[in-house]
């Protein structure tokens, strides 16, 4: 029984123009101690999804699913006043812009012993300690002055190492951390990653990592998902997706890796993300697919097995010598 | 902090002497001349008339006239009434605090009222809540006032007989007034049923004079509420699991209050010109209705010191409003 | 919205295709906000009759019935359909006397709003390309102006002037000023950080042309908004002064004007009171309703929100 269970996911949006599927049907499984990876481009619905399991989407957002369970609680037939003991308690997430993250009225340690009040109960002095050992645990030097300052007083890095110390304080089973490192300078990027999988280690909690980039993906993520256009399109384990991805459209991304050039100029993937009016009627990936045909255009590929990772193509890569070997 | 707090009031300087310098020019340009005003119906003889031009120091140029009065009234001496030959300064504080009383209670019912009706407007965002409360508040905004203080009277005390139509306590009811706010002054005089009496007549001109700071604070709060709970840190606090209460009334209303409070300082100024209509409406005893008076009577050394202690109060008051402003925006606090 | 007229900054001569499209865009803004439509009907009825009203009002709005003194309402008892508003205590029918009325407070919007904007612009513009001495004079200028509340000046400004509607208007325009001036310093501060004013001006645009022909358009956004705002503003405090005796004279029917000659009379005809109140009221109103959706359709930051 895994920690949290998705199944069927879709989200849609009322915008001005009709309805916008911002997710759709997409299946996501998390493992306690386990960090998972989602990647894809900017609105490919990474974001939307996890933020739908929190419970953070506006009013215009709708919500459908065939099954949303964590920790063996069924999250989509709970009253919100039970959810909301369950949000921000076991299953906490950080964000992508730590400067505006945090309300800048009051001092962090207000904010942090919120938390702590709130979902635990403690009292004013076990609150204060609880706040200084969780400000060294992310690494936050000299923590007593630090608690008594404002957001706007103290640096990008060091306030995201408030909002996971924020998000860590009630001991969470999963944490979500939604491009923690995007807003970053790149030195401290890497520190924050340190500092998410190490906690990962520490506490035994699962953690998922949404992501554009490949780089933070295989240094961090034990298997990744690939999300595009609002599909999960492809998941693997990370050092096979990296070795044989089945989804073109991974396989796209991997090569327009610098790191994995191989000519003069850097492959890209012509194109754009279908947008709400030019949603292709098959494969959402076809008309940027160099193997696309008539089919990938009529037709949307089922996700494939678990062998292919689940990819949702036709004519998956890598397939041939897969089944040969 | 200090840096700020020091040349705010370096800028205070220059526009007190300048609002010293207008009203003081007032009373050279008002229609009619003064002495011949003072002197009434039965006239003034030519010497008379040198006697007294030369008593209020007319006939020395004006300039040296400017800072003979600017320096009385860096000393408190704005001159006499020429009806009640009493000095400006004694009327003015005789009479303001009845001013004072009604404004605060004015103040205290529109931001009683507004803020939570802003919140609650911007919490159901254009659900029928939203609808009704801004279109409340809108008409609240439009609304002549001495038309309002009208209908009202109609109401409550012509139709219902409930309240008075003027003044600021029964007859019946005679105490001495060592504060001036009538609210403790009948407290402290033990009478029975002098309070009572005194909140009765209170309550129209109050809720006349908050009308318009309280539409005005509801719209505000709104829209500085809508802004505040598109935040990412508002995201962050439902993260936490927090209940919607908590979220609105705390984290986004803390945030939202700093352009409101910014709002109702700036309205004491609108405040102090509709306690002018409310006053004379009301026939309530303030300094609102003791300048119309003046104005009516021409009784310019009382429209001079009146108009000039008017525009101080209400620099102090936007002076105030701006260091508050460093106090709850912690932001500018700590810089 | 800025890039089209900071062509025009430029000198360059083609912007015929660009301008009804802003205009429809605007509209399409502004049609979204039921309110605002409302409004604007309003407000055109309310400009026919300022405009037409001698023709349309049934009645003289001056002639006196003696007979006829304080008729209620027709549809109320003892009311009669000649006088459908009922008579004043003189005898003259209220519904003539407010569709005439409409003219004054019309005019005096107009009036107001074009002298306190067109002054208000202009010395905002001044303050905005002026060194930085003459700008803060100007500006304590303004602050000394706004530390007095704007009725309490007004009214003495009257009583210099001597009571009249022309006076209160004057006096009116002087104190809704500096809201102009502050706020066309606002955005002209802010619209000479942007680009194209540099490329104006090393394009060789002269101070004027920059002033007026490359900066202007660009903030006239909020001015607009304010305009329609001030406009109310200037109708309810002409009707305060004409309420305090200090505005329009008497026979004007004005409506604040009518307001105070009925004072005496709210206990015992409560149509006297009420009618030119409400005029007051619909007409401010309409026209605050137009400016939320103005500021709506022109702000492009609270367009999305």
Redesign the interface.
Known sequence: MSLLRIRNLSVDFATASGAFRAVDAVDQDVDTGEILAIVGESGSGKSVSMLAL???LPWTATITADEMSFDGKDLLRMDTRA???????DL??I?Q?PM???????TVGWQIK??LR??LGLDRRARHARAIELFEQVGIPDPEKRLAA?P??MSGGMNQRV?IA??IACKPKLLIADEPTTALDVTIQAQILDLLASLRDETGMGLVLITHDMGVVAETAERVSVQYAGQKVEEQPVVDLFATPHHPYTAALLDALPERATDKFLPTIPGVVPGQFDRPKGCLFSPRCKFADAKCKATPPPPLGADLGFARCFYPVNSDERIAS | MLNYVLSRLLTFVPTFIGVTLISFMFIRMLPGDPIIVMAGERGVSPERYAELSAQFGYDRPVYVQFFEYLGGVLQGDLGTSFVTKRPVWDEFFTLFPATLELSICAMIFAVALGLPAGVIAAVNRGKFFDRALMSTALVGYSMPIFWWALLLIIVFSGNLQWTPVSGRIDLLYYFPDPTGFMLIDAVASGQKGALFSAVRHLVLPTIVLGTIPLAVIARQTRSAMLEVLG???I?????????PARINGI?AL??AL?PVITVIGLSVGTLLAGAILTETIFSWPGIGKWMVDSIFRRDYPVVQGGLLLIAVMVMIVNLTVDMLYGVI???IR?R | MTDTTSNEGQGAPVDGPERPGQLREFWFYFRENRGAVIGLWIFAVFAFLALFGPWIAPHDPTAQARDFTLLPPAWQEGGSWTYVLGTDPLGRDMLSRLIVGARYSFFVGVVVVTVAASGGIIIGLLTGFAPKWVDSIIMRVMDIILAFPSLLLALVLVAILGPSLTNAMIAIAIVLQPHYVRLTRASVMSELQKDYVTSARVAGAGLGRLMFVTVLPNCLAPIIVQAALSFSTAILDAAALGFLGMGAQPPTPEWGTMLAEAREFILRAWWVVTFPGLAILVTVLAINLMGDGLRDALDPKLKRS
């Open positions: 929190m419970g953070l959810k909301r003991r369950i949000i921000g308690n906490a997430m964000f812009e505006s993250s945090l309300n800048p009225c009051f919120e938390s709130y979902h404002f706007h007083q909002m924020m998000a | 935040e990412d840190y995201r962050t606090a439902r993260s936490k699991g927090l209940s984290h803390r945030n700093i925006n912690p932001k700590k």
